[in-house]
């Protein structure tokens, strides 16, 4: 099924301006192959799971005009955080993301409310730069499954590597925050894609009943995201 994206609601905040609040549902099937080695014979089981994911974005649009008589053209001015979750199962909730670079620390807690200016706010890196970023959440379950590590969760990045790729790396599980009690997963990535372009960044947070388990009824897909997008730049543009 394809991607069904939907205008859920439009507020003027000036006689220029507009704020916009977008919801894209993605439908589909969850995959997951599990390989088991069973005496030095390579066992693999696909199994799948129905898969609906909503996720929401706010935007502010400026009405851009050079004369009284040209046809004024409305530019994006800010646009916040996405955020998503399965739907009707979303037992995660993302509370922190932050991201550290070269001495830098941008923190989020509010994905929807963060609006991100397009000229200044947007997190920019140059190639080379190496990002840490680490999450805080929690999960609800009622069925939670560890890993080896203790971990009830697996939590994704994926990235744009290009127009045409996009690739995904794992985050580190690192315990439960003494303070706050949440869970915090952790990597650190160096920045390789080409400068003079904006990429996309999706924090994804999904439940291992979702992963290890066949059985879709106790363990329905079951994830949450955050996301926001990225500037790669060269060093002598800065």
Request: aromatic share 10%; hydrophobic share 35%.
């Amino acid at each position: 099924e394809r991607p069904r994206r939907g205008v859920r609601a439009f507020e003027r905040l000036g006689p220029d301006s507009v704020k916009v609040f977008v919801a894209r549902e993605f439908p589909g099937v969850f995959h997951v192959l599990a390989v088991e080695d069973s005496n030095g014979t390579r066992i693999r089981t696909r199994y799948l799971k129905r898969l609906r994911h909503v996720v929401r974005r706010n935007a502010i649009y400026v009405k851009q005009s050079n004369s009284t008589t040209e046809r004024p053209r409305w530019q994006l001015s800010a646009i916040s955080l996405g955020q998503g979750n399965s739907v009707p199962n979303a037992s995660i909730r993302i509370h922190q993301v932050s991201i550290v670079s070269n001495g830098d620390s941008t923190v989020f807690m509010d994905p929807l409310n963060t609006l991100l200016d397009t000229r200044d706010d947007v997190p920019t890196f140059m190639p080379g730069d190496e990002v840490t970023v680490t999450i805080q959440l929690e999960n609800n379950t009622a069925n939670p499954v560890a890993d080896s590590t203790g971990a009830t969760e697996t939590v994704l990045l994926h990235y744009g590597v290009n127009r045409q790729h996009h690739a995904r790396a794992r985050f580190e599980y690192r315990g439960v925050d003494p303070v706050t009690g949440y869970n915090v997963y952790a990597n650190t990535w160096t920045i390789s894609q080409r400068p003079f372009k904006v990429y996309h960044a999706i924090f994804d947070a999904i439940d291992n009943g979702t992963i290890y388990d066949d059985d879709a009824n106790t363990y329905p897909y079951n994830s949450t995201t955050w996301s926001t997008p990225y500037i790669v730049t060269a060093s002598d543009s800065l």
